[in-house]
């Protein structure tokens, strides 16, 4: 009872594609084309899959509206997928495309590498230089303070000098003056005694 759907079935799935031919297993036939605007599609002639679908039992007219389905259904798939897929020359137009993209890109983010490298050394430029003008600032603060402090200690030391000039002098006077009184003192001791 089954038989004829077995055999329609394995019919079906040996269908093979070759040069706008089918391939059955048991024997070879051609099929004709139909242009359908540009795509083309295979037509069952409905020869042989009837035969064999009458061969093993069905009535004619059901072997050919059975194939008459089937040849519909392929038809249909074959539309379906030749508005799926895309052709040759469409795919390597999109692969160029692509590639031409990813180029643009790598240049792009070389670009972009490039330009944040620079600014990231034209950021540590500006950030040496103005730790090197910072560094300056200090160091000129640091040496006038230096100078303040060395008049200042010039200044003192003059000044201790001086003092100690006028002391030395005072010293110098007072010692002189001790040396003339205890020379008289001695003079006068002398003179009372002799």
């Known amino acids: 009872m089954f038989g004829w759907r077995r055999r329609a079935f394995s019919l079906i799935r040996s269908v093979g594609w070759k040069n ?10 051609q099929i004709s084309h139909l242009e359908r605007g540009k795509r083309a599609f295979l037509v069952d002639t409905l020869a042989l899959l009837v ?8 009535p004619s007219k059901q072997a050919e509206a059975v194939t008459a389905a089937l040849t519909h259904v392929l038809n ?11 052709t040759k020359p469409e795919l390597q137009k999109v692969n160029m495309l692509q590639e031409s ?9 070389q670009g972009s590498q490039g330009h944040e490298m620079d600014k990231i050394t034209a950021g540590h430029r500006l950030d040496l230089n103005l730790e090197r003008s910072r560094i300056r600032d200090e160091l000129a603060k640091q040496s006038a303070e230096t100078a303040n402090l060395t008049n200042k200690l010039d200044r003192e030391i003059h000044a201790l000098r001086a003092n100690l000039e006028a002391a030395k002098y005072d010293v110098i006077k007072y010692c002189i003056g001790t040396v003339v009184s205890i020379s008289a003192m001695g003079l006068a001791i002398i003179r009372i005694l002799l």
Request: net charge neutral.
């Open 20 to 29: 706008g031919s089918v391939i059955h297993p048991f024997r070879c036939r």
């Open 51 to 58: 035969k064999s679908l009458e061969a093993d039992g069905m």
């Open 76 to 86: 249909e798939t074959l539309e379906t997928l030749a508005q799926t897929l895309v």
């Open 101 to 109: 993209n990813l180029s643009k890109f790598k240049v792009e983010v």
